[in-house]
């Protein structure tokens, strides 16, 4: 089955830096890839996600990029704020639905 | 449109009891999806279930776990004998059926049971 990958499992930057979030997956069939952000004791929220037809995606401040080849995809976060920190999980999706989960990333924006 | 639903949202049980925790998908939703995620760890898969089928169940413990999706009702995750690591959140998903031609494969989150085993 597939499995996910998600590194590093701790992010701490400053206010307004880059943040960015890697993840490899293991399953070539994989066409999804989500992520979702978790705030503390709150339910995951999709962010933002990509198929396997594109290369990059990016909403505001916040973009994801997709190498079929190797397998990875990673989530930028561009001019951090303090309400961007949370636990941030990516996923891949094999067929259609069923998905498996990074183990999380937590990350810390200091202002 | 109502987003998923779980209850209890808290359940408190001691050990050796069982316990039954309920999920409501998305209106228009037919596959659900549910997690156990311990305390600072990430979400761990558990079953996959489309109404009256399990399609996979590789996450789940193969004992005192099970889950069900009737034709009718929420899905039902219960836990037999619970024992003090079973404690944790589980989230349970929904997502809309997808014939791969191009629907959303989002998957929508439950605000989670948290369950404590005393």
């Known amino acids: 089955g597939e499995n996910v990958e998600q590194h590093p499992s701790t992010l701490s930057v400053q206010e307004g830096d880059s943040a960015v979030i890697k993840c490899t997956y293991s399953?070539?069939?994989?066409?999804?890839f989500p992520w979702y952000k978790q705030e503390l004791g709150k339910r995951p929220q999709l962010i933002i996600d990509i198929r396997s037809n594109v290369g990059e995606k990016k909403d505001q401040r916040i973009a994801v990029t997709l190498n079929k080849t190797a397998k990875h995809f990673s989530l930028h976060i561009t001019e951090t704020q303090p309400e961007d920190s949370a636990v941030y999980f990516c996923a891949a999706s094999i067929r259609d639905l069923e998905m498996r989960f990074g183990a999380g990333t937590r990350l810390t924006v200091k202002p | 449109n109502a987003g998923v639903m779980q209850n209890p949202r808290h359940l408190v049980r001691r050990r050796g009891q069982e316990a039954r925790l309920r999920c409501s998908p998305m209106?228009?939703?037919?596959?659900v999806y549910w997690y156990r995620q311990l305390p600072e760890e990430g979400l761990k898969f558990m079953v996959y279930?489309?109404?009256?089928?399990?399609?996979?169940e590789s996450g789940m413990p193969k004992e005192r776990f099970s889950a069900e999706f009737p034709k009718e009702g929420p899905s039902i995750l219960r836990i037999q004998q619970v024992v003090r690591g079973d404690s944790a959140a589980y989230f349970c998903a929904s997502s809309p059926f997808a014939s791969g031609k191009g629907m959303s494969n989002e998957q929508f989150f439950g605000p989670g049971t948290r369950l404590t085993v005393l």
């Open positions: 399953d070539s069939a994989s066409n999804y």
């Open positions: 279930l489309q109404k009256e089928n399990i399609i996979d």
């Open positions: 209106k228009g939703h037919s596959h």
